[in-house]
């Protein structure tokens, strides 16, 4: 103002006031928290000549993101506030940075003293690498009983997908097998019995060994190791491979035994009975050859003339045939009597199936019966003589007969045999001799 009383015109002057360029570091897997843009930064604090305050108004030249989670052209995420504050979230955008790596993110802000003055400058963050471990996906496999699994590699997609590593200047290499590093490269035995080689690039063979000849086709049986893979850097992952073995063994028929008919047959006692045979009527459901392995329960008499327990002779063969001779045994029996002998035999299929039956035979009588005798029939006799004249010349058989005209003879008199044409004395003193 100008004192004389005349109007003067007061100028205030707004200072520019200048945004630092400002740098931060942070890890790749580390939120940078509690920053801020107006703090010295590396190149000196955000200042206003004329001790204005300070407030952001824009980041990356929008206002409507202050105070906003936005996500930067590099995917990682930032917050800035009014006042400065920042949050920075790499978001998982540099996990493939190894260690001692380093990438750049950066964004600007602008910054108001409230009276029109602005100043722009530039965030610079540093992201530094760490080591992530790699990951080993778990593996599937298969192969025949026979076949020996060659060529294949753990490192890659086998189910699961392939190992990984999110750094990725890493190389993977296989350390250990079921936990042990010194058996790399080495062929060891699996606790199945098979025989497994893995190499620290990955490669594998994997021999069945004969340990599963026993599965049937369409049989299976599975097989596992573990494997560590290793980035080089201290990151390890362990993971399972599973083999699945297909059995090749074709299955064995299922043997049904065969079923042994019993047989009957006639002979006469005196006639051997020949060309008969066991095996008619039996049969074997497989159609197996049949043969006699028994007969009666001894395998060592196929073949030999046996004496039965009736006295019989049998000889029975392996073909069946056999021939069976009274051997005078019946010689008894009369014509229209029977009787019966038998014996059993063992048939068998050859394919450890067997079974049993029994022979029976009968006998028919050849001796002829002597013929019925009917007794004769003694009539009584009568006779008359003088007291003292001998009664001669008769005979006490005029009038007895006998059925079949045998001829008789007197044999016994008054019950004596002995007394027959002999004189004897009878009770009343009479003298008779009976012829």
Same mark, same amino acid.
């Given at each position: ?85 920042? =949050? ?51 593996? =599937? ?26 750094? =990725? ?267």
């Amino acid at each position: 103002m100008n004192i004389s009383g005349e109007t003067a015109i007061s100028t205030v002057n707004n200072e520019l006031h200048i945004a630092q360029e400002d740098s931060a570091f942070t890890d790749a897997e580390v939120l940078l928290d509690s920053e801020n843009v107006l703090n010295d930064n590396g190149n000196g604090e955000d200042t206003d000549p004329n001790n204005d305050p300070l407030t952001v108004t824009a980041v990356n030249g929008n206002s409507s993101d202050i105070g906003q989670e936005i996500s930067l052209p590099s995917g990682a995420l930032l917050t800035l506030n009014s006042d400065g504050t920042y =949050s920075y979230d790499p978001n998982g955008q540099y996990e493939s940075l190894g260690l001692g790596e380093t990438a750049t993110d950066s964004f600007t802000y602008t910054i108001s003293d409230g009276n029109g003055g602005t100043s722009q400058a530039t965030v610079t963050i540093t992201i530094n690498g760490r080591n992530d471990p790699p990951v080993a996906e778990n593996d =599937s496999n298969s192969t025949d009983a026979d076949v020996v699994l060659e060529n294949e590699n753990v490192l890659n997609d086998n189910g699961n997908g392939e190992d990984t590593d999110p750094d =990725s200047n890493d190389t993977l290499v296989v350390t250990e097998v079921n936990g042990n590093s010194s058996d790399i490269g080495q062929e060891i035995t699996l606790p199945s019995g098979a025989l497994l080689t893995l190499n620290s690039d990955g490669t594998y063979s994997y021999d069945p060994n004969g340990q599963y000849d026993s599965l049937l086709v369409g049989e299976t049986a599975t097989d596992n190791f573990t494997y560590t893979i290793s980035d080089g850097n201290g990151g390890t992952s362990t993971a399972t491979v599973t083999i699945t073995v297909n059995g090749q063994l074709e299955e064995t028929p299922t043997n049904n035994p065969p079923v042994a008919e019993d047989d009957s047959a006639i002979t006469d006692a005196d006639v051997v009975l020949e060309n008969e045979n066991v095996l008619v009527g039996d049969t074997d459901p497989d159609n197996d050859p049949l043969t006699v392995t028994e007969v009666n329960g001894n395998s060592s008499d196929i073949g030999q003339e046996i004496t039965l327990p009736s006295g019989a002779l049998l000889t029975l063969n392996s073909d069946g045939t056999y021939s069976y001779n009274p051997n005078g045994q019946y010689d008894s029996l009369l014509v229209g009597e029977t009787a019966t002998d038998n014996f059993t035999y063992t048939i068998s299929d050859g394919n450890g199936g067997t079974s049993t039956a029994t022979v029976t035979i009968t006998v028919n009588g050849q001796l002829e019966a002597p013929p019925t005798n009917n007794p004769p029939v003694a009539e009584n006799d009568s006779a008359i003589t003088d007291a003292d004249v001998v009664l001669e010349n008769e005979n006490v058989l005029v009038g007895d007969t006998d059925p079949y005209n045998d001829p008789l003879s007197v044999t016994e008199v008054n019950g004596n045999s002995s007394d027959i044409g002999q004189e004897i004395t009878l009770p009343s003193g009479a003298l008779l001799t009976l012829r």
